[in-house]
């Protein structure tokens, strides 16, 4: 079946450092591809929605200039929390689909900011 | 507006009995609907969709969902659960018209099924 491939899985930096995230789908060509972020015991907010070469579009309060996101090939998307912060701590996953296909996810990044 | 309710916070079975996960929607129109399984620390992964056809849909691990149009509810059940079934369960739905759309998650069902 389709996978995704999210790296790294875990995280643990310093408050101010950015972090990138990566996103590759691996047996199908993502033309579209989102981002979540899940907090502890709840579902997940979907963040921003790429399209292979277009700027993502962001959901309401999420700050583009925090998170960017760039998606650059139909197999990578790759998301860059900038001057992260303990508040940023969290949960990311990324998500990939194919026209027409569900949406399959990756296994998610846990980003813990000290 | 597009939502999806997942009314139980958490279900408790006991391993060898069936299990129902309860799902209901409020979208406009035939909507695709999903069921996807969280592990800790985990991405989601795809249990199956409803499309169109036959309301009784299969899907891995055993489980199937039986779509109601009337009562728009896509309940997530199995026969017999496994401890291994022990997991986040996720109901989510999109709209069929348009290829932009996208996917609009419930709130999550905790299924912990006792040895």
């Known amino acids: 079946g389709a996978v995704v491939s999210q790296h790294p899985s875990r995280v643990i930096c310093k408050s101010g450092t950015s972090v990138k995230i990566e996103c590759r789908s691996l047996?199908?060509?993502?033309?579209?591809m989102f981002w979540y972020r899940q907090f502890p015991k709840q579902s997940l907010m979907l963040m921003a929605t790429s399209n292979e070469g277009s700027k993502a579009t962001y959901e309401q309060g999420v700050e583009k200039d925090k998170f960017l996101i760039n998606h650059a090939s139909l197999t990578l998307s790759t998301l860059t929390v900038t001057s992260a912060h303990p508040e940023d701590s969290s949960f990311y996953i990324c998500?990939?689909?194919?026209?027409?296909?569900?949406?399959?996810f990756g296994d998610g990044t846990r980003l813990s900011i000290l | 507006a597009q939502s999806v309710a997942q009314p139980e916070d958490q279900v408790n079975v006991a391993e060898g009995n069936p299990l129902t996960v309860k799902c209901t929607y409020s979208?406009?129109?035939?909507?695709?609907l999903f069921w996807y399984v969280q592990y800790p620390n985990r991405g989601l992964q795809f249990l199956l969709k409803y499309i169109t056809g036959d309301n009784l849909v299969k899907g891995s691990y055993g489980f199937e969902a039986e779509f109601n149009k009337s009562q728009t509810s896509f309940h997530l059940k199995k026969p017999s659960a496994l401890v291994s079934d022990s997991a986040l369960y996720f109901c989510?739905?999109?709209?069929?018209?348009?290829?932009?759309?996208?996917?609009?998650f419930g709130s999550g069902t905790r299924l912990s099924i006792r040895p």
């Open positions: 998500s990939a689909r194919d026209s027409g296909q569900p949406q399959h």
């Open positions: 979208v406009s129109g035939n909507p695709y």
């Open positions: 047996d199908f060509q993502a033309t579209t």
């Open positions: 989510a739905v999109r709209d069929r018209y348009s290829s932009a759309s996208k996917i609009i």
